[in-house]
């Protein structure tokens, strides 16, 4: 079943390998998480083991998954802004209700560390 929330389709989040049939879902389900928190350099199993990124600085890897405001672009307030034009959020007050639950959704995703 699936459950709609903050613009993101949640699913079923594990499988069951009882057949190897099931290998290439469960390594899709690995893949897109450790891709949300820009691991998948580090492991991904298809990668020789010498070419594979050494995590030298957890710190850095986790600063990078770190959801930024300046991600969202919101409306310009400039005067002299062209029409339509948009510049990356400086404050949270300025996402819509759709960036704010994507900001606040990956923002739990971050927290979860």
């Known amino acids: 079943m699936d459950?709609?929330?903050?613009?993101?389709?949640?699913?079923?989040?594990?499988?069951?390998?009882?057949?190897?049939?099931?290998w290439a879902?469960?390594?899709q389900l690995?893949?897109?998480?450790?891709?949300?928190?820009?691991?998948?350099?580090?492991?991904?199993?298809?990668?020789?083991?010498?070419?594979?990124?050494?995590?030298s600085d957890k710190a850095a890897v986790i600063e990078q998954s770190l959801p930024r405001l300046a991600n969202y672009l919101v409306p310009s307030k400039a005067t002299d802004a062209a029409a339509g034009a948009k510049v990356p959020a400086e404050k949270i007050m300025g996402l819509d209700g759709l960036q704010f639950r994507r900001y606040r959704y990956q923002m739990s995703i971050y927290e979860g560390w």
């Open 3 to 22: 459950d709609y929330t903050g613009g993101y389709v949640l699913t079923k989040n594990s499988v069951d390998l009882d057949k190897p049939e099931d």
């Open 25 to 27: 879902n469960w390594l």
């Open 30 to 55: 690995r893949r897109s998480s450790a891709n949300q928190h820009n691991l998948w350099e580090y492991i991904n199993p298809s990668t020789k083991e010498e070419n594979l990124k050494k995590l």
